[in-house]
């Protein structure tokens, strides 16, 4: 297994994928061969445990059908290319949209180095999968009216929310019209892919 000891990032991969309730193993370590082998693996269970003991790695919950990645590898910015293809594999095996939450923890940065002038270099990046571009715009546009609100309720009562929920839905059906019409539902809409949100340092093991 090739060590990536020196990466820049400590990558950190979390969420959960319901999949159909035909797909086989071999189909889960096909659609994540961009992840197990940017870690250096042969195969899924070569990589699929964590460099944390207390993350549960990549594992296939049978029971549920869900897929459960809560995985730390080392790496560089080229990752976000292989989490790009893992979700264009995922979509294929999918049952629903879900998102996976991609955080990048720079090793380099010491934050209790007083002379440390120097901001780190983390990022966070959202990906969503799903089987149609239908199910990737519902996961996404629930996760927006749920930060949205979330933000809002420090101002307004939960009741008085209304019509933000009724525009931010407004907006998704207009670019979901303008998909059908283009003809372009095999394509994944725009924001699928990597789109990076920069903001303050979060602990890790924060989610």
């Known amino acids: 297994m090739s060590s990536r000891y020196d990466a820049p990032f400590e990558i950190h991969v979390h969420g959960d994928v319901p999949l159909r309730e035909d797909v086989v ?7 994540l061969k961009p992840l197990w082998q940017y870690a250096g693996g042969r195969s899924l269970a070569a990589v699929a445990e964590s460099s944390y003991e207390d993350e549960p790695g990549i594992r296939f919950d049978a029971e549920s059908h869900t897929l459960q990645i809560c995985w730390t590898v080392n790496g560089d910015e080229d990752f976000r290319q292989a989490v790009e293809d893992a979700c264009m594999g995922l979509n294929e095996i999918a049952s629903a949209g879900a998102p996976l939450e ?3 923890y720079d090793t380099e940065f010491d934050e209790e180095d007083e002379n440390n002038e120097e901001e780190a270099r983390d990022d ?3 990906c969503f999968v799903g089987p149609t571009p239908a199910a990737i715009m519902q996961v996404q546009r629930d996760l927006l009216v749920q930060d949205v609100v979330q933000v809002m309720e420090r101002h307004f009562d939960a009741s008085e929310l209304g019509d933000v929920v009724a525009s931010i839905d407004k907006l998704f059906n207009q670019r979901f019209d303008a998909l059908v019409s283009s003809m372009q539902l095999g394509k994944p809409p725009r924001g699928h892919g990597p789109s990076g949100h920069g903001g303050p340092r979060k602990p890790r093991h924060l989610h």
């Open 25 to 31: 193993f071999e189909q889960i370590q096909e659609a």
């Open 102 to 104: 991609v955080s990048f």
């Open 124 to 126: 966070f990046v959202m």
